[in-house]
């Protein structure tokens, strides 16, 4: 076991699996020299050279699109996007194209493309790095759409993306890159070296994907959550003094409706909780969920904490961001109402 | 000049009830066009992409250098697969008509293409193609009954009933899988051959699109990638004059040639007659052998005209003159050939007529085996539970679920 942050535990992931295996190629803007903005690519193209860790112009469109035709062809490419709120110039190649390729030849051809993507706010990043745009890709059938929490899950599942045949869109909280986050800006920044998570084996594992994860088991309230808030909703429910069982979905698409269920048959209570904004958001989807699977035993409606529905303002994060208060405030609200 | 700006709206040069009017289209004689080394520097061979690369020539001789003194068995050949898609394309049209598909579309006057493409390309190397390419799919081995068999979406169709008549692929023939969205082809092809030569592969790829589709972002992802990688692909324009209602100038086609378009990246292009199924043939095999070389992408303007409707569902005689076609001043593909071969004393109208007989009872006859895999309105059908397999290769549970209660929907109404 060694001691990883997530950039490290990612870059990590991406040395394994291209080691284990020649037809891995990483291709992205800055990944290759340089190694990403964010160092997630860091030594790869000194260790496997520029064939196989290719820097890339700024094309997301273009990106994607060859990353596809390279999958074809029998190699396995991650794709990096800069950040998320990027990724829309190659959104017609990923759901046109990336989604259905599999449906529409029946199976005669795919392309195993991982797409790695930095998301979230909380970093000062204004509207065009802070957003979080998973709910549009969970709505696409034929793409599975991840997103970690830890450096430890997010090693395991970007292994296990990659070495899916299937399409995968990871998204990297990258508030939470350097330390998890408790929604709180005032306190300063922990790093991953005391989180149990940080601890990250450094050869091959995966984290299977389709799986949530009880990062906290409770009696009083479940709080549904994924990303970066995962962090905020421990720190909340310990604050409002409230018992509650915080569930990391993980892998948002395929999704583990039997933890979420069974967790709110327990607790009968249930607050859902991301930063993207609400209306439409995925949030929606999991509410439509346990209401179904779980009607006759909740106490009380089930409620969601997320984004403003505006787009994400520079000048006011800590008023748009989730954080521990509005968290602390929507435990509150679920915990209150009466049966 | 004028004081003031002004915008330009491009128009044709004729609609419904004019006279047809081909003036602005820059012709070059047969064989006046220079044939390069393939080694050429991209700015030495700029006039490739401004002038028109022709072999046969008006009194059916094959002229100048870039004649690829073809066999004439090979040349009958050729004529007999571009025949052969003029045959099925017009049964399958009357099969449209009658309300047996619900779709098609023809390639009626662009039939050259795929068969000089199909043949100067190596089987090894992959295509994707655009949905007027249906004659590559034929050439590289696809049974007539299997292409109808998805225009009908039945028990034999290849995409399961997924997919709207045409959009054929083919795993073993290396044709990818047609997309209804346009261009999104041309970046796979690149991704493709890039994975090619990273794998120290010589296999290279080759896409399609039309004039219209080069307004794609994707065209221009595509020779971005091709250019800064020099990734061996050919990458063809099909300029067939129009995009539905929309005249190749609503392109950019008024302003400079298509093939120029990648000059600006370093990318050569060639403007090629794209009824002279001689010329078409040799320019390929000159883009083939220079990617193969390692000198990288070629971009390739191929001149014909759509003598069909864009598809079923169109009526371009509330567009452009209904006697366009026959002033297009490069003709008809098919004819073409046939007269070169008649002129060159291998072929003969009689022998043109058989053979015309023959390709139609062909394809009659597939179309009495397809017809056995179920049509639109009597089965065998597809069993729809199939619907919700190939979404991914690992399915969430939900799929399975659903495919439950459809079934359950299906057969009791979703009672229980």
Redesign the interface.
């Known amino acids: 076991m060694a001691q990883m942050n997530m950039i490290e535990a990612i870059r990590s992931a991406m040395d394994v699996t291209m080691n284990r295996d020649p037809s891995v190629?990483v291709l992205g803007q800055d990944v290759g020299y340089f190694g990403g903005v964010f160092r997630c690519t860091d030594g790869l193209q000194r260790k496997y050279g520029e064939?196989?860790v290719?820097d890339?112009?700024i094309?997301e469109?273009?990106i994607i699109?060859?990353?596809?035709?390279?999958?074809?062809?029998?190699?396995r490419?991650v794709a990096e996007i800069q950040f998320a709120d990027y990724i829309y110039?190659g959104f017609?190649?990923i759901v046109?194209?990336l989604a259905k390729?599999?449906?529409?030849?029946?199976?005669?051809?795919?392309s195993p493309v991982t797409i790695r993507t930095p998301c979230g706010g909380g970093i000062r990043g204004g509207q065009t790095h802070s957003q979080s745009p998973e709910g549009i890709f969970t709505h696409v059938?034929?793409i599975?759409t991840i997103m970690p929490s830890n450096p430890y899950d997010a090693k395991g599942l970007l292994i296990a993306a990659i070495e899916?045949?299937?399409p995968v869109v990871f998204f990297e909280p990258k508030r939470i890159y350097n330390g998890p986050f408790d929604g709180d800006p005032d306190r300063p920044a922990v790093s991953w070296a005391s989180h149990p998570k940080g601890e990250v084996p450094e050869g091959h594992y995966t984290v299977p994907?389709?799986l949530a994860e009880v990062v906290q088991p409770g009696s009083a309230l479940t709080i549904i959550t994924y990303g970066t808030l995962v962090h905020v909703a421990v720190a909340a429910a310990k604050t409002a003094g409230v018992d509650a069982e915080v569930i990391d979905v993980r892998s948002l698409?395929?999704?583990d409706?039997t933890t979420l269920t069974d967790s709110v048959k327990k607790t009968g209570r249930c607050l859902i909780a991301h930063e993207a904004t609400r209306f439409g958001g995925y949030g929606a989807e999991l509410a439509a969920i346990i209401q179904k699977n779980c009607f006759y035993h909740l106490e009380a409606p089930v409620s969601r904490v997320a984004g403003w529905d505006t787009p994400y303002p520079h000048a006011f994060e800590w008023q748009y961001f989730p954080g521990k208060k509005r968290m602390v405030a929507g435990i509150r609200r679920v915990m209150e109402t009466a049966a | 000049m004028a004081n003031k700006s002004r915008l330009h709206i491009p128009r044709p040069t004729a609609r419904p009830g004019d006279e047809p009017d081909f003036s602005y289209l820059d012709l070059s004689p047969a064989g006046a066009v220079d044939k390069p080394s393939v080694a050429a520097r991209v700015r030495d061979i700029e006039y490739l992409s401004s002038g028109l690369v022709r072999v046969l020539d008006e009194d059916h001789t094959a002229k100048g250098p870039w004649n690829p003194d073809l066999d004439p068995e090979k040349l009958q050949i050729a004529l007999r697969w571009m025949l052969l898609n003029r045959v099925f394309d017009k049964r399958m049209w009357q099969i449209q008509r009658q309300g047996r598909i619900s779709f098609y579309m023809e390639a009626l006057g662009e039939e050259a293409i795929s068969i000089a493409q199909g043949m100067a390309l190596r089987h090894g190397d992959m295509c994707f193609p655009s949905y007027r390419n249906q004659g590559l799919f034929m050439y590289r081995g696809m049974k007539l009954v299997d292409m109808m068999c998805q225009c009908l979406s039945n028990t034999r169709d290849m995409c399961k009933g997924r997919q709207l008549p045409i959009m054929y692929h083919s795993k073993s023939g290396n044709v990818f899988s047609i997309s209804g969205n346009l261009a999104t082809q041309y970046p796979h092809a690149v991704g493709w051959a890039m994975a090619s030569a990273i794998k120290g592969e010589d296999n290279i790829a080759a896409s399609w699109v039309g004039d219209g589709s080069t307004a794609e972002a994707d065209f221009h992802h595509a020779l971005t990638f091709a250019a800064i990688y020099q990734a061996p692909v050919i990458l063809n324009v099909v300029n067939n004059q129009w995009a539905i209602s929309s005249f190749q100038g609503t392109a950019g086609g008024d302003r400079r040639a298509f093939a120029a378009r990648g000059l600006g990246l370093g990318i050569p292009g060639i403007r090629v007659d794209g009824n002279d199924l001689l010329a078409v043939y040799s320019v390929t095999v000159w883009a083939a052998d220079r990617a193969r070389r390692g000198g990288g992408p070629t971009l390739i303007e191929h001149v014909t005209y759509r003598g069909g409707a864009h598809s079923t569902s169109d009526d371009p005689s509330k567009y452009r003159p209904k006697d366009e076609w026959e002033h297009f001043p490069l003709g008809d593909p098919i004819e073409r050939l046939k007269q070169h071969l008649i002129n060159e004393g291998h072929w003969s109208d009689a022998k043109h007529d058989a053979l015309v007989d023959e390709l139609t009872d062909e394809v009659l006859a597939a179309w009495k085996e397809a017809q056995k895999y179920g049509t639109m309105n009597e089965g065998p059908f597809l069993n729809p539970e199939t619907m919700f397999d190939d979404v991914y290769a690992d399915p969430p549970r939900r799929l399975e679920s659903q495919r439950r209660r459809m079934l359950e929907i299906e057969q009791n109404g979703g009672e229980q």
């Open positions: 190629v064939h196989r290719i890339a112009p094309s469109g273009g699109g060859t990353a596809i035709g390279m999958g074809v062809n029998g190699l490419p110039p017609d190649q046109s194209e390729l599999r449906y529409r030849s029946a199976g005669d051809f795919f059938s034929g599975k899916s045949d299937d994907i389709g698409s395929p999704l409706e």
